[in-house]
């Protein structure tokens, strides 16, 4: 019987192969593809991210943890935002996790998905509008 060697990858690995997999979007295309309208924009960051910084308005929040049970129809906790006929745009705060997201739903069915290069940090430097979280 073989043993078999367990390959190890660090987070750098392995977001260096989401974003190889996945579309990246500037923030002038995200912006114009928000303003055209038929896309489902995605927040993948956590509540005390969006307070602190602000969300990208007209963005659902489902934090990354709950993303794959929200993109799938046949979870009880499915969102409606999410069809796989949809454009879905992820952001998180620099593009890391919105890429690692978008490569598993886009291994769900989702052959529509992008994320944000850059995440919230790269459209607050690029001037764009924000939109005040309450805290929850």
């Known amino acids: 019987m073989a ?12 977001v260096a192969e989401a974003k190889g997999r996945v ?11 928000i303003g055209g309208g038929d896309v489902t924009l ?16 007209r963005s659902v929040h489902v934090p990354r943890g709950m993303l794959e049970l929200s993109a799938d129809p046949e979870s009880p906790l499915h969102r409606k935002e999410f069809g ?3 454009r879905v ?18 291994g769900m069915g989702y052959e529509n998905v992008v994320h944000l290069h ?7 430097r690029g001037g764009r509008p924000l939109e005040q979280i309450p805290f929850a």
Do not use: H, N
Not at 42 to 57: H, K, M, S, Y
Not at 89 to 106: E, F, M, Q, V
């Open 89 to 106: 745009i992820l952001y998180c705060s620099s593009g890391s996790r919105s890429a690692l997201g978008a490569d598993t739903i886009r």
């Open 42 to 57: 995605v927040d993948v960051r956590e509540d005390d991210e969006r307070f602190l910084e602000g969300a990208i308005p």
């Open 23 to 33: 579309e990246s979007l500037s923030v002038e295309q995200a912006a114009a593809e």
């Open 118 to 124: 850059g995440g919230m940090m790269a459209w607050k």
């Open 3 to 14: 043993v078999l060697e367990s390959q190890t990858k660090t987070v750098r690995q392995m």
């Open 84 to 86: 796989r006929d949809r």
